[in-house]
T-cell receptor, first 112, second 111 residues
Framework: DAGITQSPRYKITETGRQVTLMCHQTWSHSYMFWYRQDLGHGLRLIYY???????DKGEVPDGYVVSRSKTENFPLTLESATRSQTSVYFC???????????FGPGTRLTVT | QKEVEQDPGPLSVPEGAIVSLNCTYS??????FMWYRQYSRKGPELLMYTYSSGNKEDGRFTAQVDKSSKYISLFIRDSQPSDSATYLCAMKWGGGNKLTFGTGTQLKVEL
């Protein structure tokens, strides 16, 4: 299917566990982004990537790790999950020539 | 002070009303302005994208940008229950394609 997909859609994990959220896009967009969305804070940028093997920190990167070995994939790893990382996570992508970003359906993560 | 301010609502209007949603911003470097619509438990979807000051119309939706006042608006005419969603403004400056988002306004259109 064309577009941007995220997996899993829902995840419950325990404090201290490592969790990886997956993001895949089929447009060959150069840019990819990870956001978290929390009540009262809106969308906050965690990490972004301008191309394969190029990543950079966003507004709230602490506790997260990303990699981008292929253009179409941009996984986000929580190395040791904490309760404060309970949130809805959105992946997005955009073409290098355009400004608008296209979002995935989100992953709802609960850390107990 | 946040770079982008947006009233979180909730805003409740009757069906058929004209809705006005607004954002103010402080960064003069913002050049591109967008409105996203987000239904409950879904990802944001792009609704409108404008570059210059003035109005841009698309069906029942009109996006307005006033760079001199650092103020953008989204108007929805003949609002429908299906317009009930959270509306986020977003802004971009320079290269890099990063966006700065408002916190979103929750809109409910009632029958």
């Amino acid at each position: 299917d064309a577009g941007i997909t995220q997996s899993p859609r829902y995840k419950i994990t325990e404090t201290g566990r490592q969790v990886t959220l997956m993001c895949h896009q089929t447009w060959s967009h150069s840019y990819m982004f990870w956001y978290r969305q929390d009540l009262g804070h809106g969308l906050r940028l965690i990490y972004y990537s301008a191309a394969a093997d190029i990543t950079d920190k966003g507004e709230v990167p602490d506790g997260y790790v990303v990699s981008r070995s292929k253009t179409e994939n941009f996984p986000l790893t929580l190395e040791s999950a904490t309760r404060s990382q309970t949130s809805v996570y959105f992946c997005a992508s955009s073409d290098i020539r355009e400004g608008e970003q296209y979002f995935g359906p989100g992953t709802r993560l609960t850390v107990t | 002070q946040k770079e982008v301010e947006q009233d979180p609502g909730p805003l409740s209007v009757p069906e058929g009303a004209i809705v006005s949603l607004n954002c103010t911003y402080s960064n003069s470097a913002f050049q591109y302005f967008m409105w996203y619509r987000q239904y409950s438990r879904k990802g944001p979807e792009l609704l409108m994208y404008t570059y210059s000051s003035g109005n841009k119309e698309d069906g029942r939706f009109t996006a307005q940008v006033d760079k001199s006042s650092k103020y953008i608006s989204l108007f929805i005419r003949d609002s429908q229950p299906s317009d009930s969603a959270t509306y986020l403004c977003a802004m971009k400056w320079g290269g890099g394609n990063k966006l700065t988002f408002g916190t979103g306004t929750q809109l409910k259109v009632e029958l």
